[in-house]
């Protein structure tokens, strides 16, 4: 039985996993960290427990916490944190329990009551775990609370570790690929129960047994694309039900169940076949089969140099034949839907556009006002990275179709939130005095939100794919220097990257944008991995 953070097991093209990408900041959730007799960042600790650090009951690491229980009032045993979560996002809790005696249990509470332990389970550790999607942006109490049972005589102790998802130990680790859940329900006999995930050649990618009684399971897998056979096997040849008991299992991959089962004998078998690699299921996003394999397990800036390695070789297709790509792939089939030149600077999200521009016989050209022409838009500047340089300067994956006329009011100017607007374009994207709050005094283009997210994702693309040279850009031009910070992992100057993580999770991937990347893929050879994967994004930065 595989649990934890700690126990994800890489095998062959899969990864067990106990907890997916949304990350929370539950502090010493390994519980590392200690002064004397406390564990650090728990900031309730109610009369009725006493915590020692334990150093030889460990599920992993080198400590867990030791939780002895003295009272039987239930609201006097609570071991507590407060953490930020966001609006709509889902977080997989979990915590490692080991009973002792099995006359108490603990229960795992995130923001409100949720499971129980199983403290029959004795002398072994166990799981609780709970998924949460909260509806607005807020603070919450997570932890556990401690209930005595029948037979409890005034002092027992529990031992919890791996309260995940844990930012102090390192971060859970993601699914870049298919992300599958076998739910299992075991019988009177969960300990006859076991699975495997085989792969094309027979081999075991994934596996679970030695499974508690009459308990609900719920294994998170990652497998890359290809062929596989799920198969859940009972020792003493009866199955999972329904003559000792209830038991079944299901297989997901989102809302698509993959194999289900109950009745059978010794062995059950499923065969499933996953493709597309974009870990959702839909085929909305055919990033190509194993395009991310190797970012599998890591984070921070290893993620983000790793994502260079994969992206950096793409093949420039020279600046001329952009105007090839905007006649194929730069069309408006998402507002208007009138197959027009999308211009991001004019496009009205919300009504009709004040004018539209007809591919190739539009093309900048001369214009004297907004309306006359579309042209080419670095919306990384390139002045920025010195010109007409390649393979840069020809990169569509941030060079997009714009009015000539707002494209030179944008100039290279950073791009920025405007407190006072000296130009607005007919839909609204300004140029102007950066706003206060953005920490920055010098003028700024803002564009529609409809778009900041898709410019954001195209500034991380570019922090990446150009992780070799981009610490050197700094100094180019006064707006280069104030944007970026002359490094090759962070890139931008703080400022920046806050505006760029803000406009990132407010306009969400959207269904232009996956199939511009994929545009892009096919005529240049890379991919953002921005769009492809936004959850690189937070991880990175």
């Known amino acids: 039985m595989l649990h934890g953070k700690y126990k994800t097991k890489l095998l062959g093209s899969a990864i067990l996993l106990a907890a997916l990408p949304t990350m929370a900041n539950v502090a010493n959730g390994d519980f590392e960290q200690w002064t004397g007799n406390t564990p650090s960042s728990w900031t309730t600790i109610d009369s009725g427990i006493s915590l020692t650090h334990s150093t030889s009951t460990v599920k992993s690491g080198s400590s867990a916490a030791a939780i002895n229980v003295t009272t039987a009032s239930q609201s006097n045993t609570d071991l507590l944190q407060q953490i930020s979560v966001e609006a709509g996002k889902t977080y997989e809790f979990s915590v490692d329990v ?30 609780i775990s709970h998924s949460y999607t909260p509806s607005s942006n807020k603070i919450i109490n997570v932890g556990l609370r401690f209930y005595d049972v029948s037979g409890f005589d005034g002092s027992e102790t529990v031992y919890i570790d791996n309260f995940l998802p844990n930012t102090d130990g390192g971060s859970a680790t993601s699914c870049n690929d298919n992300s599958l859940t076998l739910t299992l329900n075991t019988d009177n006999y969960g300990s006859e129960t076991s699975w495997a995930v085989n792969n094309d050649q027979g081999s075991s990618v994934a596996n679970g047994s030695g499974y508690a009684s009459n308990t609900q399971y719920n294994e998170q897998l990652c497998l890359t694309d290809g062929a596989y056979t799920l198969v859940v096997s009972d020792s003493y040849g009866d199955g999972m039900c329904c003559n000792v008991g209830n038991g079944s299992y299901t297989l997901t991959q989102g809302s698509t169940e993959l194999a289900n089962g109950a009745s059978f004998n010794s062995t059950d078998s499923t065969s499933f076949t996953l493709g597309g690699g974009s870990g959702d299921g839909d085929g909305t996003n055919p990033t190509p089969t194993g395009y991310y394999v190797t970012t599998q397990g890591l984070s921070g800036y ?43 600077y004019s496009e009205k999200t919300n009504g009709s556009d004040s004018y ?18 579309y042209n080419r838009e670095h919306s990384f500047p390139k002045s920025w990275f010195g010109g007409t340089n390649e393979p840069m300067n020809s990169d569509v994956h941030h060079i997009y179709a714009t009015d000539g006329y707002v494209n030179s009011k944008r100039s290279n100017y950073p791009f920025g939130e405007v407190a006072s ?11 102007g005095t950066a706003t206060s709050s953005l920490n920055y005094s010098g003028t700024v283009f803002e564009p529609i939100d409809e778009f900041k997210g898709d410019f954001a994702r195209a500034y991380f ?40 993580l803000n406009w990132h999770n407010a306009d969400p991937v959207s269904q232009m944008e996956l199939d511009r990347n994929q545009a892009v893929y096919e005529f240049q050879g890379n991919r953002n991995p921005y769009i492809d994967h936004p959850e690189f994004v937070d991880m990175i930065w």
């Open 98 to 127: 080991y009973h002792t005696e099995g006359k108490v249990k603990a229960r795992l509470y995130i923001d409100g009551y949720q499971g129980y332990s199983n403290q029959a389970q004795t002398n072994q550790w166990q799981t």
């Open 302 to 344: 290893a993620l983000k140099t790793e994502l260079y390695n994969i992206i950096n070789n793409h093949s420039s297709q020279g600046y001329s034949a952009i105007w090839n790509f905007y006649d194929s792939s730069a069309r408006d089939k998402y507002f208007e839907n009138d197959n027009s030149i999308l211009d991001m």
């Open 356 to 373: 539209t521009y007809t591919a190739v016989s539009d093309q900048c050209g001369n214009y004297s006002g907004e309306g006359n022409c």
């Open 421 to 431: 607007a000296s130009f607005t374009s007919t839909n609204g994207s300004k140029v």
């Open 461 to 500: 693309y570019m922090a990446t794919r150009y992780e070799n040279v981009i610490g050197s850009w700094q100094n180019n031009t006064t707006a280069s220097n104030a944007v970026l910070n002359g490094t090759s992992n962070q890139v931008f100057e703080s400022w920046v990257v806050t505006m760029l």
